[in-house]
């Protein structure tokens, strides 16, 4: 795997979304995307060490030399400079690690109420009941957190991220809304127009769903993060 692609995976592992990386390095969430789909193909060092410390992971490990192989270059390299170019490569590591505690992300964690899952798909249905579970990251002012099945919503969101929804009949042209279509839940992209109401999917190999003459449509939610 490439940095990227190591970096999604210990993302998803410690279930801290995109939006909450993109916060704590100070990039927007398309750029944490472009960085994991291997778009930027050369990540800036200092880039890789924010990432790495706001995943509470070794530069080594996201770089993906967890092994011991970059311990081992070091000491080879270090054992054949002189003393005092010795004692130069310990200054400066000591001052790095320093500045590495000084800069660590602490992304807090906390119990929230999951209502059940909407899909980013075909449709899920709700449950009535909420269940608690663990959640990092910054929590917005919420009426229900769901989940996200499916990946027609990529890159906003990815398939299994927790999503946060304030109750609402009605919403904003474009908006990114929870609705229910013939009982089923979804979220999607809310678009009208004077002629026609469409439910729409962010990754364009999925087909708009038209409510325009739909009775069974209702808006029950829009999402805040």
């Given at each position: 795997?490439?940095v990227?692609?190591?970096?999604?995976?210990?993302?998803k592992q410690?279930?801290?979304?995109?939006d909450?990386?993109?916060?704590?390095?100070?990039?927007?969430?398309s750029?944490?995307?472009?960085?994991?789909?291997?778009?930027?193909?050369?990540l800036?060092?200092?880039?890789?060490?924010?990432?790495?410390?706001?995943?509470h992971?070794?530069?080594?490990?996201?770089?993906?030399?967890?092994?011991g192989?970059?311990?081992?270059?070091?000491?080879?390299?270090?054992?054949?400079?002189?003393?005092?170019r010795?004692?130069?490569?310990?200054?400066?590591?000591?001052?790095?690690?320093?500045?590495?505690?000084?800069?660590?992300?602490?992304?807090?964690?906390?119990?929230?109420r999951?209502?059940?899952?909407?899909?980013?798909?075909?449709?899920?249905?709700?449950?009535?009941?909420?269940?608690?579970?663990?959640?990092?990251?910054?929590?917005?002012?919420?009426?229900?957190?769901?989940?996200?099945?499916?990946?027609?919503?990529?890159?906003?969101?990815?398939?299994?991220?927790?999503?946060?929804?304030?109750?609402?009949?009605?919403?904003?042209n474009?908006q990114?809304?929870?609705?229910?279509?013939?009982?089923?839940?979804?979220?999607?992209?809310?678009?009208?127009?004077?002629?026609?109401?469409?439910?729409?999917s962010?990754?364009?190999?999925?087909?708009?769903?038209?409510?325009?003459?739909?009775k069974?449509f209702?808006?029950?939610?829009?999402?805040?993060?």
């Open positions: 795997m490439n990227g692609e190591r970096m999604k995976t210990i993302r410690q279930g801290i979304s995109a909450v990386l993109a916060e704590a390095i100070d990039v927007s969430r750029t944490i995307f472009r960085y994991e789909k291997g778009d930027i193909e050369k800036p060092i200092e880039v890789v060490a924010r990432v790495a410390n706001a995943l992971v070794s530069l080594a490990e996201l770089v993906g030399l967890s092994n192989i970059l311990p081992e270059k070091i000491s080879n390299i270090v054992s054949e400079l002189t003393a005092d010795q004692q130069n490569v310990y200054d400066y590591a000591d001052k790095q690690l320093k500045e590495q505690k000084n800069n660590v992300v602490h992304i807090p964690r906390t119990q929230i999951l209502l059940g899952a909407v899909s980013a798909g075909t449709g899920e249905e709700l449950q009535d009941d909420t269940t608690e579970v663990d959640y990092t990251g910054i929590i917005p002012d919420y009426d229900y957190a769901l989940q996200v099945n499916g990946d027609s919503m990529e890159p906003l969101f990815t398939d299994q991220q927790i999503i946060f929804v304030k109750y609402a009949e009605e919403a904003f474009g990114i809304v929870i609705a229910y279509v013939d009982g089923k839940a979804y979220v999607k992209k809310y678009h009208q127009t004077e002629y026609s109401c469409q439910l729409v962010l990754n364009d190999k999925y087909d708009p769903i038209d409510v325009s003459y739909d069974s209702k808006i029950k939610g829009v999402v805040v993060l």
